[in-house]
């Protein structure tokens, strides 16, 4: 098994967040799983994207920010100050019991990506097997288009692609 490296690193919108709670502008209801507005005194509207994760976009000296609720929850509820930002981009907030629209702050809890989508982690059971994330390894560095590997495995081009760039299955030789 290959040894993990972290990614050295601060997110920008995990600073994003941290500025408005210490700015007062959002506070956080980790018991609710709600970042709520200071000026409205009502919980951010946040949009479920295509991949099912709650987001909204927010705007930062002259630049538009894409913040994740469950991200947003944690940072607010565990950093009080810009030092207690996580420093490797490497770690992923995970929703411990898999529903990922319960973004209370007990639900939440921060891991390497390689361990998240793990049947351990909360997320739903892998659906290959090593074996299987082998095979498509090698077929694709064998030069088998991922619309192919794609079609034979029953899964979105995505889905190869993101096996093929260790963004899922990262543990997994080959």
Known sequence: MQEQKPCPGTRLSDRVI???IIAGTWRVDGENG???SARTGKPLRFDKRKDGYLSTSVNYRGFDVTISKHRAVYIAGTCKTMDDLPIDLSLQIDHINGNIEDCRLANLRMIPFWD????LSGRKNRIFTDEQVGE???RYAEGVPPR???AEFEVNRVTIH???SRQTYAE???
């Open 116 to 119: 998240n989508n793990h049947p």
């Open 172 to 174: 997994v030789g080959l």
């Open 136 to 138: 498509i390894r090698k």
């Open 148 to 150: 192919i590997l794609a």
């Open 18 to 20: 941290l500025s408005k």
């Open 162 to 164: 993101r096996i093929v």
């Open 34 to 36: 709600e970042i709520i």
